[in-house]
C-alpha cells in the first residue's frame, strides 16, 4: 500500500470511528484490512466525503457532488461509485420520485450486516478478531442499545397491559411497506464456520420493512413478502424459541431473530456477570415456587442462560433476564410468567434519534476520559 493510500484509509477509520458506533483503532491493524476489503482507494476518498444518517438525512446525489468536486470526479462518474459502494454494503441508499440518495453506513450495525448471501471464511476471521479485541467494547460501550427485546406473544396476558411497541404483531400491522425478509448473516456466519444454529434450521428469520426493506429489496440482499408473510414468519420464529430483537425505536425498520449460539450480541453478552445491563426490554421472567415441577423445559428454552434448576426448582437470574418470554409458553405446569419492570425504558421515536442519543453519550463518556 502507498504512502498515499495509507493516509486515505487512515482518514476514512477517523471518519468512521467518529459515528455513534464508531471504527476504533487497534494494535493488531486489522480494522484497516477490513476498509480494504470494504473500499477501493478511490471509494476510500468518497466514503471519507459522505456523512452518517440511518434514513433521515440521506443526501442526494447534486448535492454530494457539490462537496465532491475536488475529488475531480464528473457527476456520472460519482454516481457510478456511490451505485457501486452501495451495492457492495458500504452506504445506505433510497429512492425517491427518482432521485437517488446516499449516506455512509456504520460497520454496525451496517456494512457487516449488508454483506448477507456473500460472507467468506477470510472476512470472518477479521470481523471476529476485530470484534474480540476492539469493536465490542464499541458497541456496548454507552450501554444505549441499537436493539430492545420484544416479548413473544404468548408470554403476554391482558393484565400486562403491554404497550404497543411492545407488541410485534402490531408493530408488523402498523409499519411501512413494503417488507423484506432476509437470511440471518450471524447463521450464514456460524453455517460457514462449520457449527450451525442448534435453536433452528430456517435461515430467512430476519425482516426489515420501509426504506430498508427497499434497500435489501433493490439490491438483491432480501426477498419481498408481504405483511401476511410477515406475521406467519414472526409465528414461526416465536415457535422456535428465537429471541425478538427490533431496532431501538417506536418505529423500527428491522426485526431480529436472534440465539444464544449465533448471534454475538447473546453469546457476547452472557458471558458477563449482569448482561441485562447491555438490552433495552421491559420485562423479566418469574417463576411460581409453588407451580414449578423442575421439568428443566424453561432452562433448555433460555437463550441467555438466565434459568438454572436449584434444588429441582426453576430460578431466574434477573441480572442475565432479557424478557423475551421464550420461557412462558411452553412451561407444562404454568409456572412462570413475564413481569414488568417498575419503570419503562425510555425508548426514541426512530433510529436516527436513537443514534442521536447514542452519539450524545459517547462524546459525554469521552469528555470525562
Known sequence: MTLDETIIYKELKDH??????????????????????????????????????????????????????????????????LDTMSKKGTLHFKKENGKKYYSNAQFVIGMYEYQV???????????????????????????????????????????????????????????EEPFAVVNCICRQATDLLGAPCKVTDRREVCMTFGPMAYMYIDQGWGREISREEA????????????????????????????????????????????????FS????????????????????????????LVNEISKVNKKKCIGCGNCVPTCPEEAIQLMKKDKEIDIPPTMDDLYDKILERKLEIKGKK
Request: a negative charge.
Open 16 to 81: 468512521l470511528d467518529s459515528f455513534p458506533i464508531g471504527y476504533p483503532s487497534t494494535t493488531s491493524g486489522v480494522e484497516m484490512d477490513l476498509l480494504k476489503y470494504f473500499f477501493t482507494p478511490e471509494e476510500a476518498r468518497i466514503a471519507t466525503k459522505l456523512r452518517f444518517s440511518w434514513y433521515r438525512d440521506l443526501e442526494p446525489l447534486e448535492m454530494i457532488y457539490e462537496h465532491t468536486k475536488d475529488l475531480g470526479l464528473s457527476i456520472e462518474e460519482l454516481e457510478s461509485y
Open 117 to 175: 448471501n456473500r460472507l467468506n471464511n477470510d472476512f470472518l476471521s477479521k470481523f471476529h478478531n476485530y470484534l474480540g479485541i476492539r469493536l465490542g467494547l464499541e458497541i456496548f460501550g454507552t450501554k444505549i442499545s441499537q436493539f430492545r427485546t420484544i416479548p413473544v406473544e404468548k408470554s403476554i396476558t391482558p393484565e400486562h397491559a403491554i404497550s404497543t411497541y411492545d407488541d410485534l404483531k402490531t408493530i408488523i400491522k402498523e409499519v
Open 231 to 278: 406475521l406467519e414468519i414472526q409465528r414461526m420464529n416465536e415457535e422456535d424459541g428465537l429471541v425478538l430483537q427490533a431496532g431501538n425505536s417506536l418505529k423500527p425498520d428491522f426485526i431480529c431473530s436472534c440465539c444464544g449460539c449465533c448471534c454475538p450480541i447473546l453469546y457476547g453478552t452472557k458471558r458477563f456477570p449482569r448482561p441485562v445491563q447491555f
Open 281 to 308: 426490554a421491559n420485562y423479566y421472567a418469574e417463576v411460581d415456587f409453588e407451580l414449578c415441577s423442575g421439568c428443566g423445559t424453561c432452562v433448555n428454552r433460555c437463550q441467555m442462560e438466565a434459568i438454572k
